[in-house]
């Protein structure tokens, strides 16, 4: 089985710039989460989804950080305007129904803001 | 507030020489523990979900085991493709909100 599909896995960018990132979930999976990651802070939730509906966003920083859920099978993060402290690697994760499913993880986006 | 501490940070083993991992927690009420893989330039990978005291699991050379107060991962006779940082994340309500420990990075020499 495919496993959660992370896009782009890297993106350069200058500060100011809108930056998408988009993540597909393992098909049948009905809660999706955002991580950031960094060497100081290690992998903070940002915001998770469950049946499309958003239902934690208070790990998302500023306004600036937008998430969306459209359909089971498709998620963006979107950060705009970027900023370099914005540099980070973005995961996504999914698991499926239940309130002890282990979550499993995209291979990330590496995102450099300039 | 939840807490999840890993130990040592960082680890060097030779291959062959057996040690553990530890993941202790505050967290109030745990309902499980899940131990993770992460390679560098990948995602976590998922190994073990542990839900009570005494409990273990197994794979390959890897165990884990659970007590009310921390977590062990077990590595017996190493090699170098063991060599990654592994995590270890603990949830009381739900696990769709985890408390992540911030990693023991492993490396196993030849």
């Known amino acids: 089985d495919a496993g959660v599909i992370q896009s782009p896995r890297h993106e350069v960018t200058e500060m100011g710039q809108e930056v998408t990132l988009r993540c597909k979930p393992i098909?049948?999976?009905?809660?999706l989460f955002w991580y950031r990651q960094t060497m100081m802070r290690g992998l903070e939730l940002l915001i998770y989804?469950?049946?499309?509906?958003?239902?934690?966003d208070s790990g998302m920083p500023e306004d600036r950080f937008s998430a969306k859920m459209p359909n089971a099978s498709f998620s963006t993060l979107k950060i705009q305007p970027s900023e370099p402290r914005d540099s980070a690697v973005y995961f996504c994760?999914?698991?499926?129904?239940?309130?002890?499913?282990?979550?499993?993880f995209g291979d990330g986006t590496r995102l450099s803001i300039l | 507030e939840d807490q999840v501490t890993q130990s040592p940070e960082a680890l060097r083993l030779q291959e062959g020489e057996s040690s553990s991992l530890n993941c202790s927690y505050t967290?109030?009420?745990?309902?499980?523990l899940f131990w993770y893989r992460q390679d560098p330039g990948k995602g976590p990978e998922f190994l073990f979900t542990?839900?009570?005291a005494g409990e273990e699991k197994e794979k390959e050379r890897l165990k884990a085991t659970l007590t009310k107060k921390e977590s062990f991962l077990h590595i017996t006779a190493p090699k170098p493709e063991d060599s990654a940082t592994y995590l270890c994340?603990?949830?009381?309500?739900?696990?769709?909100?985890?408390?992540f420990g911030s990693g023991t990075q492993l490396t196993v020499l030849p």
């Open positions: 989804f469950n049946n499309n509906v958003p239902i934690d």
């Open positions: 098909s049948g999976h009905n809660s």
């Open positions: 994340a603990a949830f009381s309500g739900s696990a769709r909100q985890l408390t």
């Open positions: 542990l839900y009570s």
């Open positions: 967290v109030s009420g745990l309902r499980g």
């Open positions: 994760a999914s698991s499926g129904t239940g309130g002890s499913q282990p979550q499993h």
